[in-house]
Nanobody, 123 residues
Framework: VQLQASGGGLVQAGGSLRLSCAAS????????MGWFRQAPGKEREFVAA????????YYLDSVKRRFTISRENAKNRVYLQMNSLKPEDTAAYFC?????????????????WGQGTKVTVSS
């Protein structure tokens, strides 16, 4: 099972990026999918999660109304559209899958992880 995150890069403050996470090895169409981020010297933090059919989404307060998580089960992919980016959004972003029930905000509850994709927002 593999989760492959992509789409990171360098962007100016106020810009946008779209992260993508492709899953392989099994289908995650019935699992919660999430995005986390980790800045240098900081702990990994929850950013967003989406339920199995995209009907429910959850966000870190500081990214609400700027970030949008979505999924495409037919392609076994999850996305994170990031708008109005700020320097404090700079971090490595990780996708994750299949947390324990009610544990979608807790990194320790996730079973599968992708490698990080780096996002750098310049001021």
């Amino acid at each position: 099972v593999q989760l492959q995150a992509s789409g990171g890069g360098l962007v100016q403050a106020g810009g946008s990026l779209r992260l993508s996470c492709a899953a392989s090895g099994r289908t995650f169409s019935s699992a919660v999918m999430g995005w986390f981020r980790q800045a240098p010297g900081k702990e990994r933090e929850f950013v967003a999660a989406v339920n199995w059919n995209g009907g429910r989404t959850y966000y870190l307060d500081s990214v609400k109304r700027r970030f949008t998580i979505s999924r495409e089960n037919a392609k076994n992919r999850v996305y994170l559209q990031m708008n109005s980016l700020k320097p404090e959004d700079t971090a490595a972003y990780f996708c994750a899958a299949d947390p324990s029930p009610a544990g979608y905000m807790d990194a320790l509850s996730y079973t599968y992880w992708g490698q990080g994709t780096k996002v750098t927002v310049s001021s």
